[in-house]
């Protein structure tokens, strides 16, 4: 288990053991190590009220624990995924690690890549992030990681509830899903999400639910995603889900491919503009 507090400024040695667990260059892999530290410094400076939260310039309301990326790089690896959906992607640098996963996995898939075949047509990250400051940022943050990572992202910018009813590839692998804004009501539906994913989860596909709970300095540790929790612990949605205890919580569920009880999920209506994956 591990805790932001591990991450206190000064000591990094901890981003380096989450880092060993995943497979990159050394540049990417360096890249890797210096976002963590910055993100960790801004944070530790805004928690200490040298920075205002509400500095555009550090607009970044939560910290990726480098392992829970690791554990997501690992999931993905072990799990052969190439069709992933990131919900919340923010400051971007979880999403690198999604990328780097879907990359190596494709790269068993590569044998068509010189008859015209593209990179995203083989595996992708979809990326949908509703503040689009946000999006920007984080789209040069995968500029700077290089073509590795942002050839296979594909980003979605806007309200999830719009940029994921189409365009979305037909068999999904993995759904992250983080989209709680720490300081700010999230006022979306969760269970919309799986709404607009069930229809496409391949069986065997997992959603895993980032920041399960949230801090609220006058309630304590508050429950988020209530319904979509409830519905995922259900064995009748045809989801078997565990609760990891990172810090804030990660629940992992996997999809075992039964009918869901009905009334509990839409279909996608635009299914004419979904590409077919390979
Ligand atoms: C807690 S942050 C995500 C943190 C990020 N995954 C990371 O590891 O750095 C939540 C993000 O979800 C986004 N978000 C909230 N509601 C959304 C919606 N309806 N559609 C798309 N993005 C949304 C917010 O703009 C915010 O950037």
Request: glycine share 8%; charged share 20%.
């Amino acid at each position: 288990m591990s805790t932001s507090s591990e991450f206190g400024l000064g000591d990094y040695s901890a981003i380096k053991t989450a880092l060993s667990g995943v497979e990159a260059s050394p540049q990417i892999r360096e890249f890797l190590y210096y976002s963590h530290v910055k993100a960790f410094i801004v944070d530790f400076l805004r928690r200490g009220g040298a920075l205002p939260m509400s500095d555009p310039t550090f607009h970044s309301s939560s910290i990726p624990d480098p392992n829970k990326c690791a554990l997501l790089y690992i999931l993905l690896r072990a799990t052969e995924a190439r069709f992933v959906v990131e919900v919340g992607s923010e400051a971007g640098i979880r999403t690198i690690y999604l990328a780097l996963a879907i990359t190596q996995n494709v790269v068993k898939y590569s044998a068509f890549r010189h008859v015209g075949y593209s990179q995203s047509m083989h595996g992708r990250v979809v990326a949908a992030e509703a503040d689009s400051s946000l999006a920007a940022r984080a789209s040069d943050l995968w500029t700077a990681a290089g073509e590795e990572v942002k050839g296979m992202i594909q980003p979605k910018v806007g309200d999830f509830r719009e940029t994921l009813s189409k365009n979305i590839p037909t068999l999904v692998d993995f759904v992250l899903l983080d989209f709680y804004a720490i300081h700010a009501t999230c006022d979306t539906p969760t269970t919309l999400v799986l709404d607009l994913m069930r229809p496409h989860l391949k069986t065997g596909a997992m959603v895993v639910i980032d920041n399960v709970v949230g801090f609220d300095s006058a309630a304590g540790f508050l429950p988020r995603y209530q319904e979509l929790l409830a519905y995922l612990g259900d064995p009748a949605s045809g989801f078997r889900s565990t609760m990891n205890p990172y810090f804030g919580g990660m629940l992992v569920a996997v999809y075992m491919g039964q009918p869901a009880p009905s009334g509990s999920s839409k279909t996608v209506a635009d299914t004419a503009e979904v590409p077919t994956s390979p």
